[in-house]
């Protein structure tokens, strides 16, 4: 069965700073990993995906993610955090069973202070 | 494209009632997916439809709950006799099947049910 764990409910960091969101992901096989973000009220956006090409994934609106199997990790980071970002991350694996069907982590929350 | 739609935004009932949404995918995608989204909660698999077959349940999808395709295009997910602990944001995604897995879900804006 596979598994996301993502490290930290809420995350605050001040305009302009570091965003590093953690998600540790389980799979019996190589999975395939993605980042969504959800607005208030909105439903899920992809943000980046990893399907085992480069390990470094670049998205959209300046995130990207490092796949790392020794770590079993696929961390969300982005160089400089603007008021826009503040919304709920979500990690998810897919296997490469046929069916692709998501399992999400819990989410974390970004709060971007002025 | 016009993206995932769905049918109500947002639904309010009393506890016992039936209740039925709607998706519609983006067209070309033969893959839907039903996920609920509780609060604090990330989205949980409910079923998966390949064209008109729905090909997977999760255990969450009680007998309560019934989901359809009848052509293949839009999708409907049905509660009957709805319990409190059905309230929660249902969503819907699409996708474009691409062999082996991994292609990227295209989620609808969801329908919140608060059952009273």
């Known amino acids: 069965a596979q598994s996301v764990t993502q490290l930290g409910s809420h995350v605050s960091v001040s305009e302009g700073a570091l965003v590093l969101l953690r998600c540790n992901y389980s799979s019996s096989v190589p999975p395939y990993l993605f980042w969504y973000v959800q607005y208030p009220n909105q439903g899920l956006q992809l943000l980046l995906k990893?399907?085992?090409?480069?390990?470094l994934v670049k998205g959209i609106n300046g995130f990207e993610a490092e796949f790392k199997k020794s770590e079993t990790s696929f961390h969300l980071t982005k160089p400089s955090a603007h008021m826009s970002d503040a919304a709920e991350y979500f990690c998810?694996?897919?296997?490469?069973?046929?069916?692709?069907?998501?399992?999400f982590g819990k989410g974390t929350m970004l709060l971007v202070s002025p | 494209d016009t993206g995932v739609s769905q049918d109500p935004r947002h639904k309010i009932t009393k506890r016992g009632q039936n209740v039925t949404f709607r998706c519609d995918p983006i067209?070309?995608?033969?893959?839907l997916y039903w996920y609920r989204q509780t609060l604090g909660q990330g989205p949980e698999f409910l079923t998966y439809?390949?064209?008109?077959?729905?090909?997977?349940k999760s255990r969450l999808l009680s007998d309560r709950f019934s989901a359809e395709r009848p052509k293949g295009s839009f999708s409907t997910l049905e509660i009957q006799r709805t319990e409190q602990g059905d309230s929660a944001m249902y969503l819907c995604?699409?996708?474009?099947?691409?062999?082996?897995?991994?292609?990227?879900?295209?989620f609808g804006p969801g329908t919140r049910l608060l059952v009273l």
């Open positions: 439809f390949q064209n008109e077959a729905q090909l997977e």
């Open positions: 998810a694996v897919s296997d490469n069973s046929g069916y692709s069907t998501l399992t």
């Open positions: 995604a699409s996708s474009r099947e691409s062999g082996g897995g991994g292609e990227t879900q295209y």
């Open positions: 990893y399907t085992s090409a480069a390990t």
């Open positions: 067209s070309e995608h033969n893959r």
